[in-house]
DNA sequence: TTTATTTCGGATAAATTTATCCTATATATA
DNA sequence: TATATATAGGATAAATTTATCCGAAATAAA
């Protein structure tokens, strides 16, 4: 569904979240410790999100990756995805057509909307704060 | 959300389901040609089609790939999916955990079981026939 | 039985994704 | 300013997916 770099983008981001909420930063090590992914492309992943502007890095010494704390709940799924892997999952056709619309459709075509629209609604109304709260109750995990 | 196989394999499956309806027999030459992919890529999907038992394939002169006539309103999207990617798209964590299941979910888990639900319920009730049909109409497409 | 036809299946190759390594660059602090 | 610390980013490598090629095996028909 997801690629490997956006599983690991959104399990980073969520621990990040849980860090910041606490007022600490942290680095590619201890979050691949974290979620269980190899580190170096674990710390590629986390340029990509700088970049993206869902999370900040600080360089030197008492740097790492924090998100602003009054972002954690504005912070959606989506922007994690698109960032990642952009918008394809659910602008893309699902039969691999050129485009995906309504006037030139694939036989899978009217029956995908409606999963891709679930998955984007899905993914647009998931903010970080909602999932780190799980994890930080012990409701949910980040790895094994 | 598919792999290119699996895209294949579903375009692969509808165009040979038509064809069958009219008792006529296509070349893995035929279905690249009208659901514009790699013909040898194609040809081995086919195989894991057949081994599969989703189609039929005959070999020799006025050979071909085929599917029982009456079988074409029974086979389903989730059958051709399964044979060729598996039901990982499914039964897979959606954040990558070795796993997936209720009581060690990860952060996304109970959301994702809508979609991933849906996603089931969709391909386990969509056959054949009836994408064969909307192609025949013309009120879908195969390529471009 | 010979020939033409057609799928099967193994061996490779190309492309993409995933993963690693190493150096450059920036920053806090002593 | 010097030093230790940490992210940025380029170059590579490994693994997986996608794609190609070619000879083997099966089959229909002459
Ligand atoms: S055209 Fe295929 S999903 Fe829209
Ligand atoms: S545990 Fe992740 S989707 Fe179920």
Sequence with gaps: MFSKACEYGIKASIFIAINSAEGKRVSPKAIAKEIASPEAFTAKILQA?????????????????????????????????????????????GLGLHTCDEIHPCPVHHKFKIVKDELRDMLENTTLEELAQNIKSGASFLKM
């Design 49 to 93: 999100l700088v970049k993206n502007g869902v999370i900040n890095s600080v360089k030197g010494a008492h740097g790492g990756f924090e998100i602003n704390k009054n972002e954690i709940a504005t912070v959606k799924l989506s922007q994690i995805v698109n960032a990642i892997d952009g918008d394809k999952i659910y602008s893309n056709c």
